[in-house]
C-alpha cells in the first residue's frame, strides 16, 4: 500500500524514502498513514503475505512467517488461543522484524540499532542475519541470560548491556544510531504494521470473537491491533470491533494504571518476573490509550501468581512453553471470566523462557 509517514508530535509529513523512523523535526515517533483504504482479500490462501494490502509497500523477501495456529480451550469453548510461538523465533515479534528490517535493507542500511528486554532482540537479529544487515542490541542486565546468549551465539548480534531498563536501552539505541548512522528498529512505525496482522489472521479465522486479550510492554502491539480493527471496520470487513483487553503485570502497570485512571502514562521501574512486558514507559502508550477509549476495551493487571498458574496450565494441558507474559493474557481471562460476553481469543505472545 502507497503510504505517508506522519510524526505523532508535531504532525511532520514525510514520504516513503524517509530513512527513518523518527521524526528529524522533533525526534518524536512516527505513523504510517496509507494513501487510500486498505484491503484484504476476500479469500486467505494462508499466507502471511496475504495482508500485503495493509501493509506498506516494500521490498519483502516472503520468508515464511505468522499464520499461527488457533485452537480453542478444551474445557471452555468461549477460550480460544492464538499461539504466536508457532513464529520462526517463537514470538509474535517476527511480524514487526520482517518489515522493519526489509525496510532497512531498501533504504540502504548495513547495520540496526535496537533495544529490548530479549524476543525483540532475538527477532531482530535472526532477520538481520538472513538480510545480511548487522546488528546492535542494547539490553537491561536483568535481561534473561539464556535468551541474550543465543541471540549473539547464533545470530551474530553485538550485544551491550547495562544498568538501564527497557526505556534507559531505548535511548541508548537511538544515541548509537544518532552517532553511527545505523537504522533504528524496535517499537516503531514499520512494526506496529507487521503486528496488526494478528487481529486480521484472528477474525479471518473466527469471525464471530467479542474480546482479543492483548498482552502490554511497549503497547505497539496493543496499538497495532486496534489499528487493524478500526481499518477492518472502515472496509466493511466486520460491523463491530471486538472488544480489546489489555494486560500488564501488577508489577509492573504504566499503562493500565493511567488508563483506569483516565491520565497520561507515566513512567514505573519494572519489577515483575514477566520480562517481554517489563516496560516502564510503553512507547505508544498514550495513543494506545485513545485507541483502547474509542475502541470500549479495558485494560487489567494481573498478578505474578495468576501468571505462573496460567503457564504452568498451558504446559501441563497441551506441553506447550509460554512465556509468563503470554499467560498474563489467560490469566487476565481467568480474572474477568465472569463479566465477559461470547467468544475471546487471548494472544499467546511468545515461547522463549
Known sequence: MKYNLVCTNCGH?????????????????????????PKVLSQMRGSFWDFSGVLPDGKYRRYEVGMTKMFTDAEDKKLLYKLET?????????????????????????????????????SVAYYSKLYGIKSRIFVSREANRDKI???????????????????????????????????????????????????????????DVSNIIVPVGNATLLSGTLKALNEMEAAGSIKRQPKVIAVQSERCNPFAKSFNLNGKVS?????????????????????????LRLNGGTAVSVSEASMAKAQRRMNE?????????????????????????GKSVAIISGGNV
Not at 537504522?183 to 484472528?202: L, P, S, V, W
Not at 518476573?273 to 498514550?286: E, K, L, N, Q
Not at 494441558?317 to 460476553?341: F, M, N, Q, V, W
Open 149 to 207: 546468549e543465543e541471540i549473539r551465539s547464533t545470530h551474530d548480534a553485538v550485544i551491550t548491556r547495562g544498568k538501564w531498563d527497557f526505556t534507559g536501552a531505548q535511548k541508548e539505541a537511538l544515541k548509537y544510531s544518532a552517532k553511527t548512522g545505523a537504522f533504528i528498529t524496535g517499537d516503531y512505525c514499520y512494526r506496529k504494521e507487521g503486528q496488526k496482522t494478528i487481529a486480521y489472521e484472528i477474525i479471518s479465522s473466527a469471525k
Open 267 to 291: 513512567y514505573i521501574a519494572p519489577a515483575t518476573s514477566a520480562d517481554a512486558i517489563a516496560v516502564g514507559y510503553p512507547t505508544f502508550g498514550d495513543m494506545a490509550a485513545e485507541q
Open 13 to 37: 509529513r514525510y514520504g516513503p524514502s524517509h530513512k527513518s523512523q523518527v521524526c528529524t523535526a522533533c525526534g518524536s515517533f512516527l505513523e504510517v498513514v496509507y494513501k487510500s483504504a
Open 86 to 122: 508457532e513464529n520462526p523465533t517463537h514470538s509474535f515479534k517476527d511480524r514487526g522484524s520482517i518489515i522493519e528490517v526489509a525496510k532497512a535493507k531498501e533504504y540502504g542500511f548495513d547495520e540496526v540499532a535496537c533495544a529490548s528486554t530479549g524476543n525483540m532482540a532475538y
Open 317 to 341: 494441558d497441551y506441553g506447550i512453553t509460554i512465556e509468563l507474559a503470554s499467560a498474563a493474557t489467560i490469566a487476565a481471562y481467568d480474572l474477568l471470566k465472569p463479566h465477559l460476553r
